[in-house]
Protein backbone atom coordinates (compact mmCIF):
# COMPACT_ATOMS: atom_id res chain seq x y z
CA UNK A 1 0.00 0.00 0.00
CA UNK A 2 1.35 3.12 -1.22
CA UNK A 3 0.83 5.80 1.66
CA UNK A 4 0.77 9.99 0.79
CA UNK A 5 3.65 12.29 2.32
CA UNK A 6 0.45 14.73 3.88
CA UNK A 7 -0.24 12.13 6.11
CA UNK A 8 2.21 12.41 8.79
CA UNK A 9 5.00 14.56 9.36
CA UNK A 10 7.67 12.14 7.75
CA UNK A 11 11.59 12.82 9.17
CA UNK A 12 14.91 11.40 8.19
CA UNK A 13 18.27 11.55 9.89
CA UNK A 14 21.17 11.81 7.69
CA UNK A 15 24.71 10.26 9.39
CA UNK A 16 27.53 12.45 7.19
CA UNK A 17 30.42 9.77 8.05
CA UNK A 18 33.47 12.09 8.34
CA UNK A 19 32.61 15.15 6.58
CA UNK A 20 35.92 17.26 6.86
CA UNK A 21 38.48 14.17 6.01
CA UNK A 22 36.26 12.43 3.49
CA UNK A 23 34.58 14.75 1.28
CA UNK A 24 36.09 15.53 -2.03
CA UNK A 25 35.07 16.44 -5.62
CA UNK A 26 32.17 18.13 -4.21
CA UNK A 27 30.74 15.27 -2.34
CA UNK A 28 29.08 17.53 0.61
CA UNK A 29 26.67 18.06 -2.78
CA UNK A 30 25.00 14.96 -2.37
CA UNK A 31 23.99 16.13 1.14
CA UNK A 32 22.19 19.41 0.40
CA UNK A 33 20.44 17.69 -2.34
CA UNK A 34 19.14 15.05 -0.32
CA UNK A 35 17.95 17.85 2.27
CA UNK A 36 16.61 20.43 -0.70
CA UNK A 37 14.68 17.51 -1.88
CA UNK A 38 13.26 15.95 1.27
CA UNK A 39 12.45 19.58 2.17
CA UNK A 40 10.05 20.17 -1.22
CA UNK A 41 8.76 16.65 -0.45
CA UNK A 42 7.54 18.08 3.46
CA UNK A 43 9.90 15.12 4.58
CA UNK A 44 12.03 16.75 7.58
CA UNK A 45 15.60 15.96 7.99
CA UNK A 46 18.33 16.66 10.67
CA UNK A 47 22.07 15.87 9.50
CA UNK A 48 24.25 14.44 11.87
CA UNK A 49 28.28 15.36 11.69
CA UNK A 50 29.30 11.97 12.27
CA UNK A 51 33.53 13.36 12.84
CA UNK A 52 36.69 12.46 14.94
CA UNK A 53 35.35 10.61 18.51
CA UNK A 54 31.39 10.37 16.93
CA UNK A 55 29.05 8.60 19.57
CA UNK A 56 27.90 5.21 18.89
CA UNK A 57 24.20 6.95 19.54
CA UNK A 58 24.56 8.94 17.26
CA UNK A 59 25.14 6.82 14.35
CA UNK A 60 22.62 4.60 15.47
CA UNK A 61 19.92 7.67 15.29
CA UNK A 62 20.81 7.11 11.45
CA UNK A 63 18.01 6.51 8.96
CA UNK A 64 20.54 6.99 6.23
CA UNK A 65 24.73 7.32 5.74
CA UNK A 66 26.81 9.17 3.57
CA UNK A 67 30.20 8.70 3.20
CA UNK A 68 32.16 11.01 0.49
CA UNK A 69 35.83 10.50 -1.37
CA UNK A 70 39.15 11.01 0.56
CA UNK A 71 42.97 10.80 -0.35
CA UNK A 72 45.31 7.71 1.38
CA UNK A 73 46.43 10.25 4.39
CA UNK A 74 43.13 10.50 5.48
CA UNK A 75 41.72 6.93 4.79
CA UNK A 76 44.26 6.34 7.35
CA UNK A 77 43.09 8.57 9.78
CA UNK A 78 39.48 7.39 9.77
CA UNK A 79 40.78 3.63 10.22
CA UNK A 80 42.45 4.44 13.61
CA UNK A 81 38.83 6.37 14.42
CA UNK A 82 36.63 3.21 13.47
CA UNK A 83 37.15 0.68 16.66
CA UNK A 84 35.53 -2.75 16.46
CA UNK A 85 32.47 -1.64 17.72
CA UNK A 86 31.95 1.35 15.70
CA UNK A 87 32.64 -1.42 12.77
CA UNK A 88 30.38 -3.56 14.24
CA UNK A 89 27.43 -0.44 14.67
CA UNK A 90 27.83 0.00 11.25
CA UNK A 91 28.13 -3.34 9.38
CA UNK A 92 24.80 -3.78 11.85
CA UNK A 93 23.04 -0.82 10.23
CA UNK A 94 23.84 -1.95 6.63
CA UNK A 95 22.85 -5.77 7.48
CA UNK A 96 19.29 -4.07 8.85
CA UNK A 97 18.89 -2.71 5.68
CA UNK A 98 19.74 1.29 6.11
CA UNK A 99 20.05 2.58 2.64
CA UNK A 100 23.81 4.35 2.75
CA UNK A 101 25.69 6.56 -0.27
CA UNK A 102 29.04 5.48 -0.34
CA UNK A 103 31.77 7.30 -2.99
CA UNK A 104 35.17 6.75 -4.54
CA UNK A 105 37.39 6.20 -1.48
CA UNK A 106 34.32 5.73 1.17
CA UNK A 107 33.81 2.49 -1.40
CA UNK A 108 36.74 1.64 -1.32
CA UNK A 109 36.96 1.59 2.14
CA UNK A 110 33.77 -0.48 2.88
CA UNK A 111 36.09 -3.22 1.23
CA UNK A 112 38.17 -5.99 2.21
CA UNK A 113 41.32 -3.87 1.66
CA UNK A 114 43.30 -1.34 -0.77
CA UNK A 115 46.91 -1.99 -1.91
CA UNK A 116 49.00 1.48 -2.57
CA UNK A 117 51.39 1.86 -5.74
CA UNK A 118 54.47 0.59 -3.35
CA UNK A 119 52.80 -2.34 -2.39
CA UNK A 120 51.24 -1.47 1.40
CA UNK A 121 47.94 -2.62 2.39
CA UNK A 122 45.19 -0.57 4.30
CA UNK A 123 42.93 -2.35 5.57
CA UNK A 124 39.18 -1.89 5.07
CA UNK A 125 36.00 -2.59 6.79
CA UNK A 126 35.24 -6.12 5.18
CA UNK A 127 31.29 -4.95 4.85
CA UNK A 128 31.44 -5.37 1.23
CA UNK A 129 32.80 -8.50 -0.93
CA UNK A 130 35.81 -6.22 -3.12
CA UNK A 131 39.25 -5.12 -3.27
CA UNK A 132 40.97 -1.99 -4.92
CA UNK A 133 44.40 -2.04 -5.71
CA UNK A 134 46.71 0.45 -7.51
CA UNK A 135 48.34 -0.52 -10.25
CA UNK A 136 51.61 1.53 -9.92
CA UNK A 137 52.38 5.30 -9.40
CA UNK A 138 53.20 5.32 -13.66
CA UNK A 139 50.12 3.79 -14.13
CA UNK A 140 47.29 6.63 -15.70
CA UNK A 141 44.53 7.84 -13.36
CA UNK A 142 41.06 6.99 -14.23
CA UNK A 143 39.53 10.40 -15.15
CA UNK A 144 36.85 11.95 -16.86
CA UNK A 145 32.57 12.08 -17.37
CA UNK A 146 30.55 8.59 -17.13
CA UNK A 147 27.58 7.29 -17.57
CA UNK A 148 26.38 3.78 -16.69
CA UNK A 149 23.50 1.88 -17.07
CA UNK A 150 21.81 0.84 -13.71
CA UNK A 151 21.44 -2.47 -13.20
CA UNK A 152 18.56 -1.89 -10.57
CA UNK A 153 15.00 -0.88 -11.30
CA UNK A 154 14.21 2.51 -10.56
CA UNK A 155 10.65 2.44 -12.86
CA UNK A 156 8.78 2.66 -9.96
CA UNK A 157 10.28 6.45 -9.36
CA UNK A 158 9.05 7.37 -12.67
CA UNK A 159 6.83 9.91 -11.56
CA UNK A 160 9.55 12.08 -10.26
CA UNK A 161 10.77 12.08 -13.70
CA UNK A 162 9.79 14.44 -16.89
CA UNK A 163 8.22 13.30 -19.73
CA UNK A 164 11.00 14.26 -22.39
CA UNK A 165 13.87 12.49 -20.20
CA UNK A 166 12.22 9.08 -19.06
CA UNK A 167 13.61 7.30 -21.78
CA UNK A 168 16.98 7.72 -19.28
CA UNK A 169 15.61 7.03 -16.05
CA UNK A 170 18.03 4.02 -15.91
CA UNK A 171 21.22 5.87 -16.42
CA UNK A 172 23.25 7.56 -13.72
CA UNK A 173 26.55 10.29 -15.37
CA UNK A 174 29.16 11.99 -13.01
CA UNK A 175 32.94 12.44 -13.10
CA UNK A 176 35.48 9.96 -11.76
CA UNK A 177 38.82 10.66 -10.36
CA UNK A 178 40.58 7.70 -9.08
CA UNK A 179 43.56 5.64 -9.25
CA UNK A 180 42.73 2.82 -7.76
CA UNK A 181 40.97 -0.06 -9.16
CA UNK A 182 38.35 -2.33 -7.66
CA UNK A 183 37.61 -5.80 -8.16
CA UNK A 184 33.91 -6.82 -7.00
CA UNK A 185 33.97 -10.43 -5.41
CA UNK A 186 30.93 -13.26 -5.99
CA UNK A 187 28.84 -12.33 -2.70
CA UNK A 188 28.42 -8.81 -4.53
CA UNK A 189 26.73 -6.76 -7.69
CA UNK A 190 27.43 -3.83 -9.53
CA UNK A 191 25.92 -0.77 -9.57
CA UNK A 192 25.71 -0.49 -12.89
CA UNK A 193 27.47 -1.35 -16.24
CA UNK A 194 29.67 1.51 -18.15
CA UNK A 195 28.30 3.02 -21.06
CA UNK A 196 31.26 6.16 -21.40
CA UNK A 197 33.90 6.09 -18.86
CA UNK A 198 36.07 3.57 -16.61
CA UNK A 199 34.11 2.50 -13.62
CA UNK A 200 35.29 0.26 -11.03
CA UNK A 201 38.50 -0.96 -12.72
CA UNK A 202 38.71 0.47 -16.69
CA UNK A 203 38.67 -3.67 -17.79
CA UNK A 204 35.57 -5.14 -16.77
CA UNK A 205 33.01 -2.32 -17.77
CA UNK A 206 31.43 -2.47 -13.66
CA UNK A 207 30.68 0.59 -12.15
CA UNK A 208 30.18 0.87 -8.31
CA UNK A 209 28.87 -2.11 -5.75
CA UNK A 210 25.08 -3.00 -4.42
CA UNK A 211 24.58 -4.67 -1.07
CA UNK A 212 21.12 -4.81 0.15
CA UNK A 213 20.32 -0.61 0.28
CA UNK A 214 23.87 0.05 0.33
CA UNK A 215 25.90 1.86 -3.01
CA UNK A 216 29.02 2.60 -3.61
CA UNK A 217 30.39 4.15 -6.42
CA UNK A 218 33.22 6.08 -8.04
CA UNK A 219 30.76 9.11 -9.49
CA UNK A 220 31.88 12.70 -8.32
CA UNK A 221 30.23 15.47 -9.25
CA UNK A 222 28.72 15.11 -7.14
CA UNK A 223 26.46 12.47 -8.31
CA UNK A 224 22.65 13.18 -7.01
CA UNK A 225 21.85 16.28 -8.47
CA UNK A 226 22.62 15.22 -12.01
CA UNK A 227 20.84 11.99 -10.91
CA UNK A 228 17.27 13.06 -9.32
CA UNK A 229 15.99 9.99 -10.06
CA UNK A 230 18.65 7.80 -7.72
CA UNK A 231 18.45 10.84 -5.06
CA UNK A 232 14.65 10.21 -5.19
CA UNK A 233 15.45 6.27 -5.01
CA UNK A 234 17.47 6.82 -1.78
CA UNK A 235 15.21 9.05 0.07
CA UNK A 236 12.55 6.27 -0.65
CA UNK A 237 14.78 3.09 0.60
CA UNK A 238 15.38 5.30 3.74
CA UNK A 239 11.28 6.46 4.27
CA UNK A 240 10.30 2.63 3.75
CA UNK A 241 13.27 1.30 5.80
CA UNK A 242 12.40 3.38 8.91
CA UNK A 243 8.28 3.52 8.69
CA UNK A 244 8.16 -0.31 7.03
CA UNK A 245 5.90 0.65 4.03
CA UNK A 246 6.23 2.27 0.54
CA UNK A 247 5.86 6.22 0.94
CA UNK A 248 4.96 7.95 -2.58
CA UNK A 249 6.94 10.66 -3.48
CA UNK A 250 5.11 13.76 -4.99
CA UNK A 251 6.45 15.06 -9.00
CA UNK A 252 8.78 17.49 -8.50
CA UNK A 253 10.27 20.42 -11.27
CA UNK A 254 13.56 18.91 -12.70
CA UNK A 255 14.03 20.14 -16.08
CA UNK A 256 17.31 21.62 -15.01
CA UNK A 257 18.77 18.67 -13.38
CA UNK A 258 17.72 16.76 -16.43
CA UNK A 259 19.58 18.96 -18.29
CA UNK A 260 22.58 18.58 -16.46
CA UNK A 261 21.97 14.87 -17.01
CA UNK A 262 21.64 15.16 -20.48
CA UNK A 263 24.79 17.12 -21.41
CA UNK A 264 26.79 14.56 -19.67
CA UNK A 265 25.51 11.69 -21.87
CA UNK A 266 25.99 13.60 -24.59
CA UNK A 267 29.47 14.31 -24.07
Known amino acids: MNHTLNAIPYTL ?10 STYGDR ?4 CLQKRCEWQGIQTQVKRLDLGFKMYDLRKCDFLFMGGAQDRQQKIVANDLNKEKVKALKELI ?9 CGA ?37 GNISVRLNLSISHIVV ?7 NHIGDVVGFENHGGRTYLGKNIEALGTVLKGFGNNGKDKTEGAVYKNSFGSYLHGPILPKNPHFADLLIKLALKNKYKRTIKLSALEDSLEWQAHNQILKN
Open 13 to 22: TIGWLYPELM
Open 160 to 166: SVPIPYR
Open 95 to 103: EIGTPGLFI
Open 107 to 143: YQFLGKYYKEADGTIIKGLGILDLYTESPGENSRRLI
Open 29 to 32: GNII
